[in-house]
């Protein structure tokens, strides 16, 4: 059976919190990666053309220092004519440009993007290498020594590309013979180039600069692929620690409801020892409040003036064995008969008692509506607590509500996993709900409201502090579920029950007619004078002949010489002979004998077996002389 359950609503706050930081964790974590993969990838990439320039300054150094000089040293060993010029083997620009081409290729074959790569100058023997404007001025820059190398996004017809550029090198005294005065040149660069083109200049300056560009689109495309990849990596390892965090919030959670329920045991049990300790005496006392009053009544007249305040002592008597039970009821159980009932008819019974109709009365500004299952709701239950725990959740809804309140019953199946959840078997299930218009429990309140004696109402304006464990213990007791849904906009309370499918009984209201014995011998047996006294009283206006005795013992040794028709027989009975045993000794002697047992607690173990050894009938203490009537009357007839 579970209450409110707030340990699985706790649980399920975590999961969501746990979920709200697991993406808020994946989206920052998310975004860092794309970024970081973005960052790396522009890094790498302005790597990979620096490297690329240097490695094309580098042919060029070995063209201008090692290649040419080569070359002028066979012109003059006359292995090669004086004016033996091949761009091939002399010009660098154009054995950068050719290695250049042969890359891009090698990067076409391979489906990569190319290199977009220039040599830039103001004064180009081929004009495909003439500087614009804007490269103008870079080389100017190189030129003054204000810049030694230069890279940064720029924006083309292409899109927006990496570009990166790194001057070739200034002019030295060997460069002057191809790019000084024309007249020095080989006659073939003239014919080949003309005069005008990349001559007349000094030694020092930057001729020209080497720039290489890559669609950073592209970059960006790669980067956002392996971010992904690393993302997704990511989610899976989040994704798993989140499991992990759940599972482990579900452990932590399921042992924090064990020990509540441990805990809530414990505080039952103490209880329960408490009750025991007090409810046998405070029964004993209650019994003389409610029986004399009555037995009274019966011999006055009914216009005497004694019966307005006699009626006033037993009808306070009754409230205070209607406390005592429910304080049994949270200590030791309900542990009642059950027979099979409509729980519809139950509800129909409750709201046309008179305590309702009062309750309607003091709370007539409180619209209330009910709607019953249309059809048979059989339940294996405790009439008189399922009315009750009714009665008391009514109480509470029609104080809570600000304008309307609303019953219903029903059925439901819980299956296996459902169930689980709540403690409880599988199964079809009746249920009643009541639902409330009230500003809801506080979740500070939410958890502790099954607990005896816990309130937040006024001292002494409502109840006892009771009323919620009493609907708890019932509904434990009968291996059903309590649910608790609070809002703002008010509070519902159910309460499923586990149907049952025999056919439903109705709850028989017996008159007190024919009650009335044949002399009948019948044996008391308590150990305290003041209820046999009581006992004796009521069974003799009932026309039995009655003897009284203190104990066990006492009794067997009467029954050795008398006869009887039927033993009320007390289970709790100190010192000496507890009922059971008591009996035990008695059908050893008598095996058939009748007997009525009395007890101040609900049927207990020892109750049970009692009556399965024989015993008629039982019934709880304080009773009503009627009660004690027809108990009597029933065992002694075999009804």
Same mark, same amino acid.
């Given at each position: 059976m579970d209450s409110s359950q707030p340990g699985r609503t706790s649980i399920r706050k975590k999961a969501w919190f746990a979920c709200a930081v697991l993406l808020l964790i994946f989206s920052l974590l998310s975004a860092c990666i794309f970024y970081e993969c973005r960052k790396l990838a522009v890094l790498q990439a302005e790597k990979n053309l620096e490297d690329f320039l240097l490695n094309h300054r580098a042919i060029r150094s070995f063209v201008e220092s090692t290649q040419k000089e080569e070359i002028y040293r066979l012109k003059r060993e006359n292995l090669l004519y004086d004016e033996y010029f091949s761009p091939q083997l002399l010009s660098s620009t154009f054995i950068a440009r050719n290695i250049k081409d042969a890359q891009n290729e090698e990067l076409r074959k391979r489906g990569l993007d190319e290199f977009y790569f220039k040599f830039a100058s103001k004064n180009p023997r081929n004009l495909i290498n003439l500087a614009d404007q804007e490269e103008l001025v870079l080389l100017d820059k190189f030129n003054n020594g204000s810049l030694e190398k230069y890279n940064q996004v720029v924006t083309t017809d292409q899109g927006k590309m990496l570009y990166y550029a790194i001057p070739i090198g200034r002019n030295q005294e060997s460069c002057m013979r191809c790019h000084g005065l024309p007249e020095n040149a080989p006659q073939e660069m003239l014919e080949q180039y003309g005069e005008t083109a990349g001559f007349n200049e000094r030694i020092g300056e930057v001729r020209a600069f080497m720039s290489v560009r890559v669609s950073l689109a592209g970059l960006m495309l790669s980067a956002d692929r392996v971010a992904l990849v690393l993302s997704s990596v990511s989610f899976i390892l989040l994704s798993a620690t989140f499991l992990m965090v759940i599972l482990y919030l579900r452990k932590t959670e399921s042992q924090e409801l064990i020990r509540d329920r441990l805990r809530r045991a414990e505080k039952m049990e103490s209880i329960g020892l408490m009750a025991g300790g007090v409810a046998h005496d405070l029964n004993n006392i209650l019994a003389g409040i409610i029986n004399y009053p009555e037995l009274m009544l019966r011999r006055l007249p009914p216009e005497s003036e004694l019966r307005g305040s006699l009626e006033a002592v037993q009808r306070s008597g009754q409230r205070a064995a209607a406390v005592v039970a429910d304080l049994l009821t949270v200590a030791r159980g309900v542990a009642t008969k059950k027979v099979v009932c409509d729980l519809n008819l139950l509800v129909r019974e409750q709201l046309e008692s008179p305590e309702f109709e009062k309750l309607r009365q003091d709370h007539s500004s409180i619209d209330f509506s009910v709607e019953f299952y249309p059809g048979v709701l059989a339940v294996l239950c405790s009439d008189v607590h399922i009315k009750k725990s009714l009665a008391n959740l009514l109480v509470n809804a029609f104080e809570a509500s600000r304008n309307q309140s609303v019953l219903l019953t029903g059925k439901r199946y819980f299956d296996a996993d459902h169930a689980r959840q709540y403690n409880a078997a599988a199964g079809d299930y009746v249920f009643i709900r009541i639902a409330d218009s009230g500003q809801g429990i506080p979740e500070r309140h939410l958890k502790h409201i099954f607990?005896? *004696?816990?309130?937040?109402?006024? %001292?002494? &304006?409502?109840?006892?502090?009771?009323?919620?464990?009493?609907?708890?213990? @019932?509904?434990?007791?009968? $291996?059903?579920?309590?649910?608790? $849904?609070?809002? !703002?906009?008010?509070?519902? *309370? @159910? %309460?499923?029950?586990?149907? $049952?499918?025999?056919?439903?009984?109705?709850?028989?209201? =017996? @008159?007190? !007619?024919? %009650?009335?014995?044949? &002399? !009948?011998?019948?044996?008391?047996? $308590?150990? =305290? =004078?003041?209820?046999?006294?009581?006992?004796?009283?009521?069974?003799?206006? *009932?026309n039995y002949t009655v003897e009284a005795v203190s104990s066990g013992k006492a009794a067997l040794d009467y029954l050795d010489s008398h006869e009887v028709d039927l033993i009320l027989l007390d289970m709790l009975m100190d010192p000496g002979m507890s009922g059971r045993e008591t009996y035990s000794a008695i059908i050893k002697k008598r095996p058939h004998q009748k007997a009525v047992l009395v007890s101040g607690f609900s049927a207990s173990e020892d109750v049970e077996e009692t009556l399965q050894l024989g015993a008629g009938g039982f019934i709880k203490k304080p009773y009503t002389a009627t009660e004690l009537g027809k108990i009597v009357h029933a065992v002694l007839n075999g009804a």
């Open positions: 607990e005896p *004696f816990y309130s937040t109402k006024k %001292l002494g &304006q409502s109840g006892t502090g009771l009323g919620l464990s009493v609907v708890w213990n @019932t509904v434990k007791d009968h $291996d059903g579920i309590v649910t608790v $849904d609070s809002s !703002e906009k008010g509070s519902v *309370f @159910t %309460l499923y029950f586990p149907a $049952d499918h025999g056919f439903p009984v109705g709850i028989s209201q =017996e @008159t007190q !007619e024919g %009650l009335q014995g044949s &002399q !009948e011998r019948i044996l008391v047996v $308590d150990d =305290e =004078e003041q209820l046999r006294n009581i006992a004796v009283s009521i069974l003799q206006e *009932f």
